[in-house]
């Protein structure tokens, strides 16, 4: 897996020193975004976790599904969750390594008891170490947090441990990006009690090999497993994926699940467990063999003039908020909330954008890339302004079908009345939209935005 080249200066090691008052860990930073600019050395959180034995179960899953890799099992995964500190939360993430599992686990200011929380991101490795003292953790022993722009650390009774960051994949940040357009999408669809919760999870099948699509519909107070998509289903594709979740089931208040409206393909769903003080969740995607990072739900964003000059100004807006309300951006950016969406949808491709189901709101997080990274490295946006730019996209006479050549080929891309793009090309006969637009689509759009802007007149 591809990975960043990220460069971090440390003033001096992290050191555990014996002083008169007790330990004391100094941890070494490399720096970190704040509310106030970059900062040398902040720190993010310093207190303790409410829930104790919840809170390392929780941990442990957020890390099982950075270790895990659900398709091709017998690869090596990444082991490198994220934490944002965003004023009143924290929030850890991660993807596993085939990029088809999103865990987020939301500790809550009920979950927290200490200091003030800071503002900032930062990536963390969970090793087997420090694994092995979270799955220890009783019931009644004290769990103290840190949290700097460099390191998680855990104390218990038995010791302390320090885990320096590493970089992060870039599919990662490309499956940031996709999982927060799909998330946008979906509607709280059943939330049953934890004793609900317990007897269907368990129920799953938890062989790997198990990739059949799945939907699961609320009848009164039970999960009951469908055959087809009746309205009001959930899509459940691979249970195998929601095996992160058995580690916290005897600590869970409820289970929520999150979805688009029920269709006739396999659709990405969200599966949430209520913890005290906290929140799990962990997002699939459509299909165990494909993970977020190829959906494609960002490229009509990423190919319109108006979305990237909107997300510079509502970037600058942007504070590390907990909950972005868009009509209130809308507002202050003097934008409207459609074009606020395709703002943050943009800036999702740096990694500044999430979306929690729970709260049916953004957030703001920082990672260390910038957007254009995420649109270099996505192929068919690559391919589509190359056509643009070989001239291979020109418009009929009736202004609605515009010719895409492609070597020996033509593609006919037709504009609907609505402004939907339908093309003759294998990628829309398949998937009709579903993993957003085709390479031909893409470069119909581009060209528009081109002649827009250049005042030419519109591709269409």
């Not at 793009?421 to 759009?445: D, E, I, Q």
Request: charged share 20%; glycine share 10%; aromatic share 6%.
């Amino acid at each position: 897996m591809t990975q960043a080249v990220q460069t971090y200066a440390y003033l001096r090691p992290s050191a555990l020193t014996a002083r008169p008052a007790g330990p004391a860990l100094a941890l070494a930073t490399s720096g970190g975004c704040t509310p106030v600019g970059e900062v040398a050395n902040p720190r993010f959180f310093d207190g303790f976790l409410t829930a104790p034995a919840p809170a390392a179960a929780a941990l442990l899953a957020v890390a099982d599904v950075a270790a895990a890799r659900y398709y091709q099992p017998l690869l090596r995964a990444s082991l490198d969750p994220v934490v944002t500190a965003g004023g009143d939360r924290l929030r850890f993430e991660s993807f596993s390594g085939c990029c088809g599992v999103h865990a987020r686990l939301d500790v809550l200011a009920d979950g927290l008891d200490g200091g003030p929380i800071g503002h900032g991101t930062t990536n963390v490795d969970v090793n087997n170490p420090l694994r092995e003292s979270l799955g220890r953790l009783g019931g009644a022993d004290p769990l103290h947090l840190a949290v700097g722009p460099d390191a998680l650390e855990v104390t218990t009774f038995d010791g302390t441990l320090v885990e320096k960051k590493v970089p992060l994949p870039d599919r990662w940040l490309r499956g940031f990006a996709e999982t927060q357009v799909l998330a946008a999408g979906f509607d709280l669809r059943a939330e049953v009690p934890a004793a609900e919760a317990v007897r269907f999870l368990r129920s799953l099948p938890r062989g790997a090999a198990d990739r059949t699509v799945h939907w699961v519909v609320l009848a009164g107070r039970t999960l009951r497993p469908v055959t087809r998509p009746v309205p009001g289903a959930v899509c459940l594709p691979g249970p195998a994926r929601l095996a992160a979740l058995q580690r916290v089931l005897r600590h869970a208040v409820a289970l929520r699940l999150y979805g688009p409206p029920a269709g006739p393909r396999a659709a990405a769903s969200a599966w949430e467990i209520v913890l005290p003080g906290m929140r799990l969740t962990l997002t699939l995607s459509p299909d165990t063999s494909r993970g977020f990072s190829g959906e494609g739900g960002v490229l009509t964003a990423l190919a319109s003039a108006d979305a990237a000059r909107d997300a510079e100004l509502v970037s600058v807006l942007l504070a590390w908020e907990p909950r972005i309300e868009v009509a209130e951006l809308a507002e202050q950016a003097g934008l409207s909330p459609d074009r606020v969406r395709a703002a943050l949808t943009v800036l999702g491709t740096a990694g500044q954008i999430g979306y929690d189901t729970a709260e049916a709101a953004y957030f703001h997080r920082q990672l260390p890339y910038d957007s254009g990274r995420a649109e270099a490295r996505n192929p068919r946006l690559r391919v589509a302004r190359a056509l643009v730019a070989a001239g291979a996209v020109r418009p009929e006479a009736d202004g609605r079908v515009t010719t895409v050549t492609v070597g020996d080929h033509v593609q006919r891309v037709r504009t609907a009345a609505d402004g939907s793009l339908g093309c003759t090309c294998l990628w829309w006969a398949k998937y009709r939209g579903g993993r957003g637009p085709c390479t031909h689509a893409l470069a119909v759009r581009l060209a528009g935005a081109d002649a827009g802007a250049t005042g030419t007149g519109t591709a269409r």
